[in-house]
């Protein structure tokens, strides 16, 4: 038995996963950095509830990727690159989000 190699052929949901784990990741990298300064300036009290929403909203979109990638590895013969680095940039953001929410929780 002869197996094919995936085509070429456009992978809408791998390209639907890749821009929401980019998104994702580039957000909550952002509210992250803005939420550790605030934290350091001692006006985060001021900005944490937005911060949080904004941030949680983010990951959230990570989620999204993650299973919108996960559809994309299955079904027709076509490439599954983008859908893969869709499911890890998703993942980047969560962990970012969980890990920015730890360390000024006093968690870490």
Sequence with gaps: MQEKPPSSSPQPLGNA???LGITSAALVFGLALCALTAARQG???IAATPLFVCGASSAF????AI????AGLFGAQRARGTAVVGIVLGAVGICLFFGAAGQLGGGG
């Design 61 to 64: 979109l990570g989620l999204l």
């Design 43 to 45: 006006w985060i009290r």
């Design 17 to 19: 996963s890749l821009a």
């Design 67 to 70: 299973a919108v990638g996960a």
